[in-house]
């Protein structure tokens, strides 16, 4: 599927320890801008959660 833009857009994935907002943290953050050109461009950021990850996430 090919995607006709006229302005850059920009996708964000966040993965987490869980699902609850008051306890779990963010581990790691991703961008995606995609160009009406085509071009991709990514990112990604490792997070420290300063707490211990569970088995589970």
């Known amino acids: 599927m090919e995607l006709k833009l ?4 920009v996708f964000f ?3 987490t320890t869980g699902i ?3 306890n779990d943290r963010i581990v790691e953050i991703s961008i995606l801008k995609v160009y009406p050109n ?6 990604t950021w490792l997070v ?6 569970p088995k589970e996430a």
């Open 20 to 22: 609850n907002i008051a």
């Open 6 to 9: 006229n302005k850059p857009i």
């Open 13 to 15: 994935d966040l993965e």
């Open 38 to 43: 085509g071009n991709k461009e990514s990112k």
């Open 48 to 53: 420290n959660p300063e707490i211990e990850i």
